[in-house]
């Protein structure tokens, strides 16, 4: 094993323990393994008339051009056209904006509530659920992502869900528990990185497709998993960063907020972000850095840090929303008014805080992204196109751009851990998930 692996297992180990009572987490462990793939593999746009024009969708109803559109809007939180989106990822939008009827969200609430259930169609394909970690509001949702998709392929028969509660041993072990079932689509949310790649390998040999969503596997052949949903991390650093220089005007100082020392998704978009500010004339400073270990005790301790400094900080990048309410408390303890801040995800409690401060002389602003659960959707279609024999690229790289806060974004009904509006799950059927 080299250096650098041994450093993606010990991120995994910690982003594993962060997951336990969090939900963004989950994006955040999964965007670590994003920062070694290309942008230029499987991320072109592909053709909106073979995907968002076409009226199938997948086996089960369909949608026109204008209602895709829609639902990608509200999956990126923001406009992004169809069109620039790789084709496998516009085929499961396609699949996903198809009508569904009463009974289809019946049957997807029993399917949620059930480890294995038959979904009434006759198929005879069974679809696999690995879940490293299924245990917070994120992991449930994007469970439940999964089985709508699910039930608008006729093929799909019965779907059967696994959950490792993040142990290395139990997720080997269900992986191989799906394999000797005779599973042929398996979709995934590694938490284990290539400790997880023979258990895969073995399932494709036993003639059954895998793709991970919402992150990478970092070296991981198509032998192994087929198909891998992700961002790239160099990408979203830039974002960041010229999300930062228009806030400031181009000129400031701003902090980044990092979570395990040393760990390589920090060092991608940091590296990445650094970059952008010099193309930008070199106005912005980034005159502090902190590790916080994504917990919410080491993000106070850091913000605690950086207050004491008195540096006029303008801004706090950062790579995981859950534990930013921990960085206004130690703003407003300190008596100072928080920077603004620019994160990756999005959470319903950190969205809460902002609100609160709103028409306030603590309002701050906040820039924030997707809840990335839509992945979820991609990995099904394209296991399922796999196994049809259509090509589907080993890297389907998605953007996520970065948005704006607004009043209204604070959902007070609904969990603190929810993550937000891109969430694509009709809202009679979430009502009934988290009440």
Known sequence: MNDIDEVRRRVARTNRRRLAGTVAGAAAIALVLGAC???????????????????????????????????????????????????????????????????????????????????????????????????????KISKMEIILQALQYKKIGKITYTNAHGDLSQMNANIRSLTAQGVKAIVTYDDF???????????????????????????????????????????AGKEMATTATKLLGGKGQVAFFNGTPGNPQGATWNTCAETQFKSGGGGVDVAYKADTNWTPAGTFKAASGLVSTGKPIKAILYDYADPLPQVVKAYEQAGKVTPALITFTSNNDLFGVWEKAQG????????????????????????????????????????????????????????????????????????????
Not at 202 to 231: C, D, L, M, W, Y
């Open 37 to 139: 793939s290309s942008s230029g593999s499987g991320g072109g746009g592909g053709s909106a008339t073979k995907a968002a024009g076409s009226s199938a969708a997948g086996d089960g109803g369909s949608a026109d051009g204008a209602t895709v559109q829609k639902m990608v809007d509200k999956a990126f939180l923001t406009h992004v056209e169809v069109s620039s989106l790789p084709a496998v990822v516009q085929k499961a939008f396609q699949v996903a904006a198809g009508t569904q009827t009463q009974a289809q969200l019946d049957t997807a609430l029993k399917c949620w509530q059930a480890a294995t259930c038959d979904t009434g169609t006759g198929g005879t394909t069974t679809l696999g659920i690995a879940d490293g970690f299924g245990d917070n509001t994120w992991r």
């Open 193 to 235: 990185g290539s400790a997880v790649l023979p258990a895969y390998s073995a399932a494709q040999r036993a003639g059954a497709k895998v793709s991970a969503f919402v992150g990478g596997i970092p070296n991981a052949p198509t032998s192994a998993v087929s198909n891998q949903v992700h961002e790239d991390i160099c990408t």
């Open 360 to 435: 306030t002389s603590k309002a701050f602003d906040l820039y924030y992204t997707s809840g990335l659960n839509y992945q979820a959707r991609v990995s099904v279609t394209a296991v399922m196109e796999l196994l049809d024999g259509k090509s589907v690229p080993a890297q389907s790289i998605v953007p996520m751009p970065f948005v704006k806060a607004t009043k209204g974004i604070y959902a007070p009904s609904l969990p603190g851990t929810y993550p937000g509006s891109s969430v694509l799950i009709p809202t009679s059927l979430l009502t009934k998930m988290l009440s």
